[in-house]
């Protein structure tokens, strides 16, 4: 058994903050299952929104961030998290995070932040670090929690379960009490029990055959909290980022929305720019019309892909702005500067996940979630760019304050050391391998871009045939980080479907060719899906 006060799942962006906040208070294990930077934060690029500039104000940022959301974000959610934005980022300033700046033109000499452009937003109001913003953020956090001796990180190691009193057979309130830990190196499993629980594993872009996210985001995190009993929402709302890199030896590269942001414009193989006739903002429109754009022409010409086009850009701003985007086309034998880079839309962020308030309380007792595993409101059916690292800045510190605000519950729970199977199957890694290559392309097949009742129903009985043999290797035989992981990405792909079932209208992120048009009786309705409902 390993005690602590605060058990923190997972070392992105909102974990991180987290275990700083907190590590005054307590001891605190930070689990992650690979290297401590390994996350979606660690390749964000584009950077974090927040209104710095007297150009910019609040009101514009929630007004950009509700018209993306396409009805269903929550206001007051969306306020909260704009105005303590500014907060936050000073903070991770001081912490020793560098973001780009820029000379002041009328002040030679002076600088100021450099903010940047992206799909929605009206202002330039994203702070980078030129394209490689989250490898910074990471950098940054993990060495100011190096510099805390509370603080103790568990790499190479994938929480299966939550343990929870109701699991345990208790009555009474539903409390998180720790989780079964898998340790991947020692191959065996351990008991973390903590008082308090923050989930902050991230998102699911694996559930998908192609995604911009790397191999660690596989919705562990909704999946385990779904287990628990926690309420789970709107995962229906999957956003495909347009311009992830074509190339067959590239995986999951990221074009950044920031080159768009700069000038870039989409065009066909042939060089037609198709976004004039689609939506006013042209290339810079919100993701989700750009990705179907996208998709349209893909599907209309045949083609493979379409062209991101910034040539017109001077080569010196260009490798200077894009440094990481520059180098890595390069290395596939494609100079950005002298011409357009092979894009396709890809699985990149979900919208949906783990019900919580801003404070990132769930309806577990001593159970959090923050960060993109978490459901606030504040995306709504599509995400704003770029407010992803802000919402997960935001309520990392919310969560905190409110936890510290009172006492840490007692528990005298007994908790009991994980049983599993014993067996080992030769046949067992060729079916896992197989159903993890089977789910995501299912889900790239049916329940993609644009959906169809009939297809999303095809998919949701193959997944219920999958899940069965799921459950028998996982009951049966010793558990291993690609079937804990084949688990979850089945019963993630399970919400979307089901949430997808849910709601009858097309509506930001979730097109639905059976019902094209918004359905008024949906506007502010959440799909929520609970284990056993
Ligand atoms: P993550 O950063 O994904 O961290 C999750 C952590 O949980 C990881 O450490 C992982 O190993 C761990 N974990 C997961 N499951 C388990 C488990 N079972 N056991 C133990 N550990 C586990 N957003 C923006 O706002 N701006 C951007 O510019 C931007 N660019 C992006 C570019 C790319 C290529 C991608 C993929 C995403 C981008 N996003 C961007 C989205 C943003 O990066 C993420 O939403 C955000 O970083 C999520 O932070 P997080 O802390 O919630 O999760
Ligand atoms: C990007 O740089 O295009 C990603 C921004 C985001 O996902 O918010």
Known sequence: MKPFDFLVLGSGIAGLTFALKVAPRGRVAIVTKKDRAESNTNYAQGGIASVTSREDSFESHVRDTLTAGAGLCKENVVRTI???????????????????????????????LDLGKEGGHSKRRILHAKDVTGREIERALLDAIARQPNIEIFENHLAIDLITSQKLGYVGENRCLGAYVFDKKANRVWTFA??????????????????TNPDIATGDGVAMAFRAGASIANMEFVQFHPTCLYHPKAKSFLISEAVRGEGGILKTLEGREFMDAVHPLKSLAPRDIVARAIDS????????CVHLDITHQPAKFIIERFPNIYQTC??????????????????HYQCGGVVTNVDGGTDIAGLFA???????????ANRLASNSLLEALVCAHRAAE?????PLPKSDFKIPVWQSGQATNADELVVVAHNWDEIRRLMWDYVGIVRTNKR?????????NLQAEIHEYYWNFIVTADLLELRNIATVAELIVQCALMRPESRGLNYNLDFPNPNPDWAQRDSVVRRGN
């Not at 704009?82 to 002041?104: D, H, N, Q, T």
């Not at 022409?297 to 493979?304: F, I, P, Q, T």
């Not at 390069?330 to 699985?347: H, N, S």
């Open 82 to 112: 704009v105005e303590e934005g500014p907060a936050r980022i000073a903070e991770l300033i001081e912490l020793g995070m560098k973001f780009s700046e820029r000379e002041i033109p009328a002040a030679p000499g002076a600088h100021e």
């Open 194 to 211: 903590a008082p308090v629980t923050v989930l902050a594993t991230g998102g699911c872009g694996k559930v998908y055959l192609y995604t």
């Open 297 to 304: 022409e893909m599907k209309k010409s045949g083609a493979d």
């Open 330 to 347: 390069l290395r596939y034998g494609i100079d950005i500067t002298r011409e357009p880079i092979p894009v396709v839309p890809a699985a």
């Open 370 to 380: 923050v960060g993109e595993v978490a459901c606030t409101g504040l995306h709504g």
């Open 402 to 406: 409110k936890i510290l605000a009172a």
């Open 456 to 464: 999303l129903q095809r998919a949701q009985s193959r997944l219920a």
